[in-house]
């Protein structure tokens, strides 16, 4: 093998649905990216909006053929989970497609109020809340089931129903979420989120039960590691769906279900993961449990964040020097930090498709990558990656860039954006690509880098007021 080119495509199959070659160069979702590069230079985080939407509609679609096909008499609702990503691009993008929204703290509420605000979203639309919930979140919660919100709060704790049956005025409905086990090489055995199986009927009879207010409605099921065709996952969804059954036969109001912990996305050009084969399974599954014991099947909800916006994200940088530090270990050094833009991939090892966005006709090699902050773990290598790094030789005037991909889920909230970031390395820019009616492509600025004054600001060096010291107690 000669090129980069010949590498990659002997070494997976390629092309693939969003990844391609044009004149030495790699488009993204069809959209060239040395044009985005050449109009806003690097480091630079992109969203794709559209792939939001493919998505959303692709679950929508297979889940409802699922429920057609095995007779499954009710009905399906998605709910996007605000925590993968917070940016009114993405919600609005995703709320085009008349689904429904997750939180996860107080935070969030603000946020419903404006999309409600700007007509993004209605009353009829179902905010689903979870999390274990502070006192201003149950504020903000019971203000909006006052209002006439679909609210539905899901409870995490016995205890955080005494604030509802306080402070809501009228008949309303809540959830309960059922703490699974969590996979069995996960350092405990029991989620510390929801409440225990063992509680759940007791608590109902005595306490729900007996509300002249409060009806349950919902179970909440949540695996952290996602939905996967494991022994481990249809364990815990089968215990799930019996317990569920258990509580109908008691409880004629409890009609639904969420299937928390979302799809994969695709990490790696070697993904193989069959989304028609597990939804099927799942509605099949919930079907056959129900009638063995003589229930109704309830109405299906699922929570996905990082499969609702995952794909639609990528992170360019240029690789500004190259380093040979012994014999056999070459750096390529980029314009940014991946402790600091791509968090994951310090903190949990997270794989991300790697590929070079130009130079794919030229020779190759092996090399890692070291990030801007003064870090010894700030770097991506054999170790982070599915396999060792290769990327084109760097051997003349033309300058290489590289892509991460398949990043729009989480990186910004835990990357601290906006604020200060580890050694004071910026927040790139960060555009925001779509589509016209007639397919062109569209692009803005939703941010500009960050700058030192925003930092300067936020760390307490300029324009702040002074505060008048006060005496300890």
Known sequence: MKSYRELIEQTFEFPQKEFKVRDHELLFNDVPLMDIIRQYGTPLKLTYLPR???NIRYAIATFNNAIEKFKYNATYTYCYCT?????SFVLEEALKNNIHIETSSAFDIPIVRALYDKGRITKDTYIICNGFKMPLYTQYITELVNEGFNCIPILDNMNELEVYEKNIREPYRIGIRVAADEEPNFEFYTSRLGIRYSDITPFYQNKIATSSKVTLKMLHFFIN???KDTAYYWSE???FIFKYCELKKICPTLDSIDIGGGFPIKTSLTFQYD???MIEQIVENIKWICDKNNVPVPHIFTEFGSYTVGESGAVLYQVIDQKLQNDKELWYMIDGSFITHLPDTWGLNQKYVLLAVNKWDDPFHKVNLGGLTCDSHDYYNSEAHTGEVFLPMINDEEPLYIGFFHTGAYQESLGGYGGIQHCLIPAPKHVLIDRNEDGEILT??????????SMMRTL????QPEMAQQPAS
């Open 52 to 54: 939001i939407s493919e």
């Open 83 to 87: 925590k993968s990503s917070h940016f």
């Open 225 to 227: 590691t996602g939905i």
């Open 237 to 239: 969804l089968s215990r």
């Open 275 to 277: 989304y028609k084969y």
């Open 444 to 453: 803005r600025l939703f941010a500009p880098e960050q700058t030192e004054e």
């Open 460 to 463: 307490g060096y300029i324009n």
